[in-house]
């Protein structure tokens, strides 16, 4: 079993930055790839983001490439969400997602195991 529990959300203004953490306790949190994705009111759940479980391979959704960051430290049990130059559309639930399988996984039902997510808010 793994517990995921996100922090770092907040109310941002438009062009700020923000950086959301995951901590990880359970099961062997290297062994997993790691995921952020993001849901905003009214709309379903879409992938932002994700890294292998060495760190070496990362991959983003369109709507954020070159803005956000995705990182881990394993030493730590942790994964990283750099998040810059923020819109008011990145107002959203952000949930972070790992679970044995594949690479390049952006579907919901892909992955085993979900933070309860942190809000976040970019005001325009």
């Known amino acids: 079993q793994v517990q995921l529990v996100e922090s770092g959300g907040g109310l941002v203004q438009a062009g700020g930055s923000l950086r959301l953490s995951c901590a990880a306790s359970g099961r062997t949190f290297s062994t997993y790839d790691r995921a952020w994705f993001r849901q905003a009111p009214g709309k379903e759940r879409e992938f932002v983001a994700a890294?292998?479980?060495?760190?070496?391979?990362?991959y983003y959704g369109d709507s954020v490439k070159g803005r956000f960051t995705i990182s881990r430290d394993n030493a730590k049990n942790t994964v990283y969400l750099q998040m810059n130059s923020l819109k008011p559309e990145d107002t959203a639930v952000y949930y972070c997602a790992t679970g044995p399988g594949g690479w390049f996984r952006v579907k919901i039902d892909e992955y085993d195991y979900w933070g309860q997510g942190t809000q976040v808010t970019v005001s325009s």
């Open positions: 890294i292998s479980k060495g760190g070496g391979s990362t």
